[in-house]
Structures are given as C-alpha cells and as structure tokens.
C-alpha cells in the first residue's frame, strides 16, 4: 500500500502565489505517476498535471503557464507550484500516484490518493 500526504494551501489572495507538497510513505518502489488533480465546490474532479518518474511534465490547458509540477524521487514527493491565482482556482487540490508507468490525466487510472488540501482564493 501506498500513502499519500498532501500540505500545504490555505487561504490566499487573488494574484498570490501557493506551494502544496505531497509526500508518499509505503510502498512507493511500486509507484511511477504521480499527478495533481482539483475539484471545486459543485464541480467534477479536474486534471491538473502528472509527472512520471523521468521527471516529464504535462498540464492541462487551464493552469499551464501559471503552475508548475516538479518531483523529487528521492523523497518520494511531488510538489504543485501555483501562481497568479485566481478565485476560480480555489478547490480541493488532491495529490494521486499510480504504478502504471503511463501518464493519465483520468483519476480512475490513479490507485492512491491523499486526503486533499484545500485552496481558497479570495478577490
């Protein structure tokens, strides 16, 4: 089995800047993908990013420019830098790894998650 731990977020400013980090315990020999995923209040999960193990990054369209994924394998973490924040970005942001080694941007294809942080960003 693998954890998860997201931190990280809290209440930020419109404009601001946000670090979270994600750390996994356990079995994390077994893990290759790693991604970011958010859902908003009365909204469906959303893609974020997903880093892979030689340390690739993809994002979907409506953050990329503004956060920015990097990992560090031999912490087990991944690490979500947000900037210019907006109102629209505030959500429960959940960090998931998976063991497949092919990048998904479809929570299902995730097996572990963390417990989520949460964003809110005020105007």
């Known amino acids: 089995q693998v954890q998860l731990v997201e931190s990280g977020g809290g209440v930020v400013q419109t404009g601001d800047s946000v670090g979270l980090s994600c750390t996994a315990s356990?079995?994390?020999?077994?893990?290759?993908?790693m991604g970011w995923f958010r859902q908003a209040p009365g909204k469906e999960r959303e893609f974020i990013g997903v880093?892979?193990?030689?340390?690739?990054?993809a994002y979907a369209d409506s953050v990329k420019g503004r956060f920015t994924i990097s990992r560090d394998n031999s912490k087990n973490s991944v690490f979500l830098q947000m900037k210019s924040l907006k109102p629209e970005d505030t959500a429960i942001y959940y960090c998931?790894?998976?063991?497949?080694?092919?990048?998904?941007?479809?929570?299902?294809?995730?097996?572990?998650w963390g417990q989520g942080t949460q964003v809110t960003v005020s105007s």
């Open positions: 998931a790894a998976r063991r497949g080694s092919t990048p998904a941007i479809t929570g299902t294809s995730y097996e572990y």
């Open positions: 880093t892979s193990t030689n340390g690739r990054v």
């Open positions: 356990g079995r994390t020999d077994s893990i290759n993908v």
